[in-house]
DNA sequence: CCACCTCAGGTAAGCGCTTTCCTGGCGAGA
DNA sequence: TCTCGCCAGGAAAGCGCTTACCTGAGGTGG
């Protein structure tokens, strides 16, 4: 690997004199100079050594992100965000697969510490273990302690600058439109426990179905994981156990999807027997058949604002942001049938 | 930010020493001082800077990956594979996003390159552009020239290790279905044309449609974006000039959703009117109505196959890995209408 | 004509770490 | 008791780069 000084020796120039006409010093250099600098980088296929550069100077350029999976749809439009504004300000991206496993996640950031990240993304749901919480505030506080900016996306329990999507509002917006609808056995298919997403979102629900006077029995949620999988289980479990619901929520639109499969092949109408609807407004929402009421996050926007946050001057006091949700009325939810 | 020097004094022993217990070097230190060190380690809450670690010694731990954008479900895909062989190894991966974008690419291999990388991927499709192949080739063997190893996934006119999708062969396995149903007029919605993925896949059908008599008309193919409205697009074009076709194949399954939800809304059944396939076998494929016949590409296989090259033993000749595509009938397509 | 200023270019320190090589203290063998 | 060998620990070089500081040549004003 070429180095600068055999670019130098090539120019026959100084190592200084070569590192300036690289990046573009505020230094003059003589015309002639320059040219013999350039074409030895040229003949050489230099290209300066990035490690090297971080520890000469003190300038961090790259932003540390943590998500649960970046293949999954919902995270995939999160990051989508993310990657928008970073490549806006020239800045690169190190994206980290926490896979939902909590040590893997503490490991993650302090391997982004390590490697010296402007700023520090925390792109997935929090979780409900406070244990964990107590661990990853510790490494956080470690970070911010030497000027690492940290941006967290969700509720995380962790003090400092926030995007919100409105979970709690959005479910709450969906359960009102059912008891609307007539519906007053509503089944809820959830993602895993631990997340505050789910829990945000059951509540939110739970509380829209209690105003009006038909609390959300235990027994007609089912917990799996986030995905299509989990979706299908949850809706078989949750037929089998309560024969007579009229409407089922799943907490995101790939576990709705799963849903949706069990019902077709268990020829349940949907929206006739049973109404179904998700959650995030992924695009898949819109061509399964029948189209998924939903609820709508503006994922994109997410990203976006965690990273304007991070990257922008740090603040005193922590800002949190809510980003609002909206209900996007499809054809899988329809009257409840009458009894 | 705490350096290892400061460890060192508040541990009261050399740098050299604190080192040597911080990563655990084969030499032996007394447990006393070890345990002084780690103390100060935590009480520091130390984190060795990744890049003067990387300077020091030579040993590349982290993965370079280009894909055209992660967020796309086919490369989501391709990216778990690279992710999972890579955190097998303890490999930490930077995954850059070219949007389809020469320069883009050619600028994050130099960017890689900095960032001395260990090995590099292309994991998006090749071009058809000699200007542009020849400056990435250029760059590819300079990063190679110094020990950097390089792995392709799909077409790229690069020599060196590959691993392929058989674009062409799937792409016959569905033409032939297609005749054998008895289509014989049928429209072709294709992605960017300077795409291999575009060109091997469009070659594999055109080549089974015309071994049985119905050659493929360029009037029947219409180029557009790899995505979901890219192909509705061109299904509205494709069903307006040229009303009588009784197939449609997509050359991704994003496209043909979209295509899917033009027939949809414009009344014509499929696949009793127009019988419709897709490319790739995207989760989704099996969700949308009618579920979608498509040709299966072993997208994670194709990723972690290309992370195992990169990290396996360099290899004087070129390896090239094909992995098989394969016919996934649902019910999208049926036989041709009687005339 | 000389002192002084200016400025292009070079010298060298230092970023935080690893590792080779050296040192000094100890135990063992003669 | 003396010498030698061994080994834990430290000193220092060096990874590739940036940049503060220095130098010396050329130009200016008195």
Same mark, same amino acid.
């Given at each position: 690997m070429a180095t600068l000084a055999?670019?130098?020796r090539r120019a026959g120039v100084s190592p200084a004199t070569a590192s300036r006409v690289i990046n573009g010093s505020s230094k003059p250099v003589a015309e002639e100079?320059?040219?013999?600098?350039l074409r030895a980088v040229a003949d050489l296929r230099y290209v300066p050594n990035a490690h090297a550069q971080l520890l000469a100077r003190p300038h961090r350029s790259v932003v540390g992100v943590i998500v649960h999976d970046v293949s999954d749809p919902y995270f995939a439009e999160v990051t989508r965000g993310l990657q928008r504004v970073?490549?806006? %300000?020239?800045?690169?991206?190190?994206?980290?697969?926490?896979? %939902?496993?909590?040590?893997?996640?503490l490991e993650y950031v302090e391997l982004l510490r390590a490697q010296q990240v402007a700023a520090l993304i925390l792109a997935g749901s929090g979780y409900h273990d406070d244990t964990f919480t107590e661990r990853l505030n510790e490494k956080l506080a470690a970070y911010e302690a030497t000027g690492g900016r940290v941006a967290v996306i969700g509720r995380h329990d962790h003090a400092g600058?926030?995007?919100?999507?409105?979970?709690?509002?959005?479910? %709450?917006?969906?359960g009102e439109e059912l008891v609307r609808l007539g519906h007053r056995r509503v089944g809820v298919i959830a993602g895993p426990r631990v997340l505050t997403t789910t829990t945000d979102r059951l509540g939110g629900l739970r509380r829209a179905l209690a105003e009006h006077g038909c609390p959300l029995h235990d027994d007609r949620i089912r917990y799996e994981g986030f995905d299509r999988d989990g979706g299908a289980r949850a809706a078989e479990q949750l037929l089998d156990a309560v024969p007579d619901l009229t409407a089922i929520v799943a907490l995101n639109d790939?576990?709705?999807?799963?849903?949706?499969?069990?019902? %077709?092949?268990?020829?349940?109408?949907?929206?006739?027997?049973i109404s179904l609807a998700g959650f995030d407004d992924m695009p898949i929402a819109a061509d399964v058949t029948p189209a998924l009421t939903t609820v709508r996050l503006p994922l994109?926007?997410?990203?976006?604002r965690a990273m304007t946050l991070a990257l922008g001057p740090a603040c005193a006091q922590p800002r949190v942001e809510v980003l609002p949700a909206t209900l996007v009325l499809r054809d899988s939810v329809g009257a409840a049938p009458s009894p």
């Open positions: 055999d670019v130098a100079l320059r040219e013999r600098v970073a490549t806006e %300000r020239g800045r690169l991206l190190i994206i980290c697969n926490s896979y %939902r496993d909590p040590d893997r996640e600058d926030a995007v919100m999507p409105a979970n709690e509002t959005g479910a %709450r917006l969906l790939s576990m709705a999807v799963g849903a949706l499969s069990v019902l %077709r092949r268990r020829g349940v109408a949907v929206p006739e027997r994109v926007d997410l990203g976006a």
